[in-house]
């Protein structure tokens, strides 16, 4: 079993997070801008939920993301009670977000700096896909951290392959 944090449990994170729970089997812990909504998932799912995303994140070994844009993306990693504060070294980040291969290459150069690796891995498939498990995952980032991470994204996905450097998921999709 394998300590993991989601941020984000809009239409899409809700369900992923729940995959990566049941049918992946790990520890999850949730953070959620509405409170209510990780206690509700927390109810449903098992797993705790966390006042903030660095709580969330603090000694995980991957740490998943699906927010609205780059603005919420940058709030939960490097905003004031961020993510990056409290990433453990030699974990893994893993954005799910549709955002800008721009904020993708920030953040991974962010990342190595913090000694911890990043992946944007926008996802396709849909609502029916996150709930259903079978989304499409395009990856950009290290081959290493892709590797790590892709027997955890497998639990919500049906094909995950790296496209290339940091930025490459989100110009793919």
């Known amino acids: 079993m394998t300590s993991v944090a989601f941020l ?26 509405t409170k209510a909504k990780a206690e ?11 006042n ?4 969330a994140a603090d000694g995980k070994d991957f740490v998943f993301s699906c927010v609205g844009n780059d603005d919420d993306l940058r709030a939960v990693t ?3 009670e961020g993510a990056f ?18 904020v993708a290459r920030e953040l991974a150069e962010k990342a190595v700096l913090g000694g911890f690796s990043f992946l944007d891995a926008p996802v396709s498939g849909g609502q029916a896909g996150a709930e259903n498990g079978v989304l499409t995952v395009m990856v950009g980032g290290d081959q290493n951290a892709f590797e790590q991470a892709k027997p955890v994204i497998d639990a919500y996905a049906r094909m995950v392959g790296l496209m290339g450097p ?4 989100q110009l793919t999709k």
């Open 166 to 169: 940091a930025g490459s998921g």
């Open 78 to 80: 490097i905003g004031a």
């Open 52 to 55: 903030t995303p660095a709580e």
């Open 85 to 102: 504060q409290t990433m453990k070294k030699g974990a893994v980040f893993i954005d799910n977000t549709t955002a800008s291969a721009e």
């Open 40 to 50: 509700q998932w927390v109810a449903q799912h098992g797993g705790s939920a966390a």
């Open 8 to 33: 984000g449990l809009g239409v899409m994170g809700y369900p992923m997070a729940g995959h990566l729970r049941n049918k992946g089997g790990h520890d999850v812990t949730v953070y959620n801008r």
